[in-house]
C-alpha cells in the first residue's frame, strides 16, 4: 500500500531514540516526505548506522542521553550548525522499565524510568522550544502511551512517566498556542518493537487482549500519524492527545 504524500520539504527534525522502533520509523518517513532528519540516539553506534542505512546524505546521527541536560544542549547546537534551526522535535526516546507490582518495584528502577521517559522529555523540549517560538513555526510530537491514560498493571513506573508526558504536552501546548509551534502527543497501544524483549509474553497478550481490532500496531502506522501532525496541515491542534489504540482508548 503506497503512503499518503505529507510534504515536509525544507523541514529539519530530530528525533529521539531514532535508531530502531518507532522512532526509526518515524525517521523513515519524515525521509521519504523531503525532511533532513537527526537521530538522537545514546547508542551511537547503532545511530550513525541507521543513518546510514535510511539515507546518508538526509539524516545524521548524534549520541545523546537525553536525562543529561547538558548533553541534550550540546547536541542541540551541533545539530543545528549541521542541518540548520531546528523545525520539528518528535521525543521518541523510552524505556519499559521491569514488569513487577508497585510494592516489588526496585526505586531506582522506578526512578530510572521517569527520567528517560518523562524528564529526558522535558530536557529536549525545554532546550528546543525557544528556538522554535523565536523563529515562529515548529511542531513537537511526544510519544506517549495508552498506559499513560489507563495505567496498566506491573507498569506503575511508565505509566507514570507517560500521564506525565500528556500533561507536559497539554501545559506547553497551552503556552505556546499563539506562536506557531504547535505541541502534540501520541498515545499508542501496543505497538510491535524491540521493546517487547523487555515484556513477558503474558504481558503482550493481556494488553493485546485489551484491543477491539485483536492485533498490536505496527511502527509504520505511528509514523503515518506523527508525519501528519509535523505537518502544514497540521494547524488548529495543540496540547492534543491522540490515540492510536485499536479501539481500546475510552477516553
Known amino acids: 500500500m503506497t503512503a499518503n ?34 537521530i538522537w540516539d545514546r547508542d551511537e553506534g547503532r545511530g550513525q548506522g541507521a543513518a546510514q542505512e535510511i539515507d546518508g546524505k538526509s ?34 526516546a523510552g524505556i519499559t522499565g521491569p514488569i513487577a507490582t508497585v510494592a516489588d518495584y526496585d526505586p531506582t528502577d522506578w526512578r530510572h524510568v521517569i527520567e528517560v521517559d518523562l524528564i529526558g522529555v522535558y530536557a529536549c523540549l525545554r532546550c528546543v522550544a525557544p528556538g522554535m517560538r523565536t523563529r515562529g513555526w515548529g511542531r513537537i510530537v511526544n510519544i506517549a502511551s495508552i498506559a499513560g491514560k489507563e495505567g496498566n498493571p506491573n507498569a506503575s513506573a511508565y505509566s507514570a512517566a507517560k500521564a506525565g508526558v500528556i500533561a507536559l504536552t497539554k501545559s506547553l501546548g497551552k503556552e505556546l498556542a499563539e506562536t506557531g509551534v504547535l505541541v502534540n502527543a ?66
Open 59 to 92: 539524516v545524521m546521527a548524534q549520541a545523546v542521553d537525553v536525562t543529561d541536560t547538558a548533553a541534550v544542549e550540546a547536541a542541540l547546537k551541533a545539530t543545528e550548525t549541521a542541518q540548520g534551526p531546528t523545525d520539528i522535535m518528535v521525543t521518541s
Open 5 to 38: 504524500d505529507i510534504h515536509l520539504e525544507g523541514r529539519r527534525a530530530i528525533v529521539t531514540g531514532g535508531a530502531r522502533g518507532i522512532g526509526r520509523a518515524i525517521v523513515e518517513r519524515f525521509v521519504r516526505s523531503g525532511a533532513k532528519v537527526a
Open 186 to 251: 501520541v498515545a499508542p497501544a501496543v505497538i510491535e518493537t524491540e521493546l517487547f524483549e523487555q515484556m513477558t509474553k503474558e504481558h503482550i497478550a493481556w494488553m493485546t487482549s485489551k484491543i477491539p481490532m485483536n492485533r498490536v500496531g505496527q511502527t509504520h502506522e505511528v509514523a503515518a500519524l506523527v508525519a501528519w501532525l509535523s505537518s502544514e496541515d497540521c494547524s488548529f491542534s495543540t496540547g492534543a492527545t491522540f490515540d492510536l489504540s485499536g479501539g481500546r482508548a475510552t477516553y
